[in-house]
């Protein structure tokens, strides 16, 4: 269950460090 929650922890750092750049390319896609 621990392993659930660090999985969704390190999935939401992903995502939020990787569509860095493409949040400035896509604006609209917030």
């Known amino acids: 269950m621990?392993?659930?929650k660090?999985?969704?922890k390190s999935s939401v750092n992903?995502?939020?460090l990787?569509?860095?750049q493409?949040?400035?390319s896509h604006?609209?896609?917030r």
């Open 22 to 24: 493409p949040q400035v």
């Open 27 to 29: 604006p609209d896609h």
């Open 14 to 16: 992903l995502l939020f």
């Open 2 to 4: 621990e392993f659930m």
């Open 18 to 20: 990787c569509p860095p």
């Open 6 to 8: 660090v999985r969704r």
